[in-house]
């Protein structure tokens, strides 16, 4: 990487409005401190506490289920790897985006999950959140009860997408969620 | 054999916990988002358990503010054990304590509430948890 390289990826924070971002494998530890950073600067940057509540409520669901995933799969660093970003969208909302490795199968289930979420408004959302709290855990299943709980501090549909990856077997998996 | 007391200091993703057996009081204080909800709460939900089984009461103070999911489903497992003490008609009691600036926090106990018949109140402080 050289200074124009630096001086790009400078710019495009401030051109999408990048807050805070992190790429690398997470572990409890990490997530526990970019939260914290992430209060801070959300308290800083005037946030109410309602959104401030909403995007940390989020930002922990989304790294903890990329976390356990990555742990189920026994992944090592490399592919463990994923990436957050916390920002503002044009219309000076909070977002929250991820991105990390799937197997081809799990992104096909997780995909259909989330199109379920969307065609859902706050009442549905919140009958799916208290069946699936009821639900008794399934090891490995994950995802179920925080995906609703993401989309229940959303003010839009969550929206997602699949890439392929080198590995043809994995896809690279991304959410975006506007608080 | 009486029950012993718990007392765990608060970390970054774990509450404070003070389980005082002669009072019967469990108190709860902070944020819930450890990686393994269920071995945090498994020996709180059976101190209380044990608690009703001797005293035939509990009462449960929470000054709790961000749960994540797995934290909610182990505090339902909580609230589950009061309401079937409460229907046995032993005496249980939630008072769930929140700064009035944190609404998050007065909608997460609120849900709760829904399910429960025993006393339940949501307390609104200027400074809960100080």
């Not at chain 1, 929250?96 to 959302?125: C, H, P, S, W, Y």
């Not at chain 2, 909580?78 to 005496?91: V, W």
Request: glycine share 6%; aromatic share 8%.
């Amino acid at each position: 990487m050289n200074h124009d390289d630096l001086r790009l990826i400078r710019e495009s924070f401030d051109d999408k409005r990048i807050l805070l971002c992190f790429n690398g494998p997470f572990s409890q530890g990490l997530i526990e401190e970019i939260g914290s950073a992430l209060r801070t600067y959300l308290s800083s940057d005037a946030a109410t506490s309602s959104a401030l509540a909403d995007v940390f409520g989020c930002y922990i669901e989304i790294t903890q289920n990329i976390r356990s995933y990555a742990q189920s799969k026994g992944y090592d660093d490399v592919t463990a790897s994923a990436i957050v970003v916390i920002g503002r969208n044009a219309e000076r909302r909070y977002e929250v985006l991820a991105g990390n490795v799937v197997e081809e199968q799990d992104a096909a289930r997780l995909m259909t999950r989330i199109e379920a979420l969307q065609g859902m408004d706050k009442t549905q959302l919140k009958t799916a959140y208290k069946e699936q709290l009821r639900r008794p855990a399934t090891p490995g299943a994950g995802a179920g009860l925080g995906l609703i709980d993401i989309a229940r501090k959303a003010s839009a549909p969550l929206s997602c997408s699949l890439r392929d990856t080198p590995n043809t077997a994995r896809k690279f998996f991304s959410l975006r969620v506007v608080i | 054999m009486t029950i012993t007391n718990i007392e765990i200091a608060a970390t970054q993703s774990t509450p404070a916990i003070h389980a005082d057996s002669q009072a019967g009081r469990l108190v709860m204080r902070g944020d819930s988002y450890p990686e393994n909800s269920f071995a945090f709460f498994a020996p709180i939900i059976e101190w209380t358990e044990r608690c009703i089984a001797e005293h035939g009461a509990v009462s449960v103070d929470l000054y709790l503010l961000y749960l994540n999911t797995s934290s909610v489903k182990a505090m339902m497992d909580l609230f589950d054990l009061l309401e079937s003490a409460h229907q046995n008609g032993r005496k249980v009691g939630v008072n769930w304590y929140y700064d009035q600036q944190n609404v998050r926090v007065a909608e997460l106990a609120e849900e709760f509430k829904e399910d429960c018949n025993f006393t339940f109140e949501i307390i609104a402080e200027t400074a809960a948890g100080e």
